[in-house]
């Protein structure tokens, strides 16, 4: 997920010179200061990209706007069939902003000859995206995307199409620029009934991975795909080729390890730390972070002679709130790497 | 749940006449009124009580009130210890107009002497009531509320007891008053990690279970549990002595079955079509109904001898938008009764 974000005064300092959050995200030089703020403020095992998934569907033209005290929405949403005739792939020129932040990231990772940590580039899943490309801004419900959805799917499958190549392309990018683990974001799976997950989301997000070149620059790309709610459909999630699966806080981690082992998958794990659960006071955090690391340990090893909590990428189970105290991410990150390494050695 | 709603003219005419939806749901000849409309307009199974599960902290002291144009609020919202020591449990005399309208409602049920169809009764879990008491409002991700549970569990703990036993003993009056079964809506339980949602949401629903007569006017009255986003733990919902349980649509009708199958639990299930379907032409209503029937008959039975179809009560899977084309609503009723029947004579 995110690491920098409005809950970082330094953050928003730069944010405050960039003078928008557009600004910001297509400017390489600020979005690197900020993808990097929390490295420096955090033990963290990785860096994650600063950007929006918003930016792909405004390379389609769709026209991203952020007015003042609202959220993010597109001046073009797709209504009609005829919006969705003149939908275009994803302009990779008009997204050379974050290739060359990626690129620039990558360099700026390197201290004394050594990268500090990895980069993870992502994107927004194609229903996600198409979620608000046809509902135009966030909702509660998507109403007008999952309306197509039922009423003209040939409509949706267009849409559907046409984000899975711009997806696909945009995270080949992002790979080729220097991103060395690539994440799907599917915020909105979740939204959906029981086989149209299947047949929607998870089949467009399969059609993105197998679209993605196996190597690149000599090396695999570990992918990560995260649906939220996504629980209930981990077995399905499992075989679309995938190295890593996201998990929000609902679900039990030693059930998902079961559930992959039982379908014979070696599959890391990511997440499951509820964002809200930063807010609580110092010694719960570390009651909820240890109970994390406890949940795993008695799970079945990823494969055989690995530790419980090998293939386990701890991390928060959805974005940081933006009223989240800065504070609060330095007692999990240190209570993570103190009581992953006891449990280790126990 | 909820039959009646903005998307029907009919529950709008009466609406304008009590001038406010508190002067409608407060007033039992107008909760009548609207709670039987969906009846005469399609052919349903069941009547469900038109209420509103915020009256419950209202007579409790919150006060309750509906801005024009926005949700529902509470003026005085529990954020500090002192509120929380000033709570006290629902004053039932304050809820009068529920019972009463739940008598009149059975009475109005009544043509030549025989009862239409029975009467369901329903409130808020004491976590879902818990969100609004201490966020005052809708929220997104009710932040204060899941602060507190993380921060203060004391505090909350004191607001469940409370609410357990408000939402008990509304419960039984509800029953005594005529409702033939009673619901428990967890709307906000699927907010909450694995482990707290066991700890909080359902253990207060089981120990509100726990409290119920076991027969009310020598009848037992049967208990329908509904979680949004609980079909990861249906296991554990098993487990609190419910009769019934409510799914979104996000489960797997015949996966449900089968957990309760092997969990060795006679529990009927309810729900789960989306809500968002009936925004679907008619022919796609009429395959999304039969894609949930044809999932249940594909499941083992609730025990030996039934049709798999039996102990599933057709239903949405959470409440129906304001902007639902009544006309649909006949469509998937009238799909459900052709299609089941069909399916039973195969």
Not at 164 to 175: C, F, H, K, P
Not at 182 to 204: A, E, H, K, N, V
Not at 326 to 341: C, R
């Amino acid at each position: 997920m995110r690491q920098a974000g409005r809950y970082l005064p330094e953050y928003n300092a730069t944010r405050a010179k960039a003078g928008s959050f557009l600004g910001l995200a297509k400017n390489p030089n600020y979005a690197t200061e900020v993808t990097l703020q929390p490295l420096d403020r955090y033990p963290l095992d990785a860096a994650i990209l600063f950007s929006d998934i918003l930016t792909v569907p405004d390379a389609m033209g769709l026209g991203l706007q952020f007015a003042t005290g609202e959220g993010p929405s597109f001046q073009r949403p797709l209504r009609t069939e005829d919006d969705v005739k003149k939908l275009k792939i994803a302009d990779l020129n008009q997204l050379k902003y974050v290739f060359d932040a990626v690129s620039q990231i990558r360099q700026s990772l390197v201290q004394d000859g050594k990268q500090r940590v990895p980069l993870i580039g992502f994107s927004g899943s194609p229903w996600t995206l198409a979620c608000y490309m046809i509902d135009g801004s966030g909702s509660d419900d998507f109403r007008h995307a999952k309306t197509m959805m039922f009423n003209r799917p040939d409509l949706l499958r267009q849409i559907l199409d046409i984000n899975i190549d711009s997806v696909a392309a945009y995270l080949t990018e992002q790979a080729k620029a220097g991103a060395q683990a690539l994440m799907i974001f599917d915020t909105w799976g979740g939204l959906l009934p029981d086989r149209w997950y299947q047949s929607i989301s998870l089949d467009s997000m399969k059609k993105v991975i197998e679209r993605l070149p196996a190597e690149i620059n000599g090396e695999t790309i570990p992918i990560i795909i995260f649906t939220k709610g996504g629980g209930l459909w981990l077995k399905e999630m499992a075989q679309i080729g995938a190295h890593v699966i996201g998990l929000d806080w609902t679900m039990s981690l030693s059930k998902a390890r079961q559930t992959l082992v039982d379908a014979n998958k070696v599959i890391a794990l990511q997440g499951n730390f509820d964002p809200l659960a930063l807010f609580a006071k110092p010694e719960q955090i570390q009651v909820e972070a240890k109970a994390i690391l406890q949940e795993l340990s008695k799970a079945p090893p990823i494969k055989k002679g690995l530790h419980p909590l090998d293939g386990h990428i701890f991390n928060l189970g959805h974005g940081i709130s933006q009223f989240t105290p800065p504070e609060n991410v330095t007692v999990l990150a240190n209570s993570v790497l103190e009581y992953s390494q006891l449990l280790r050695r126990a």
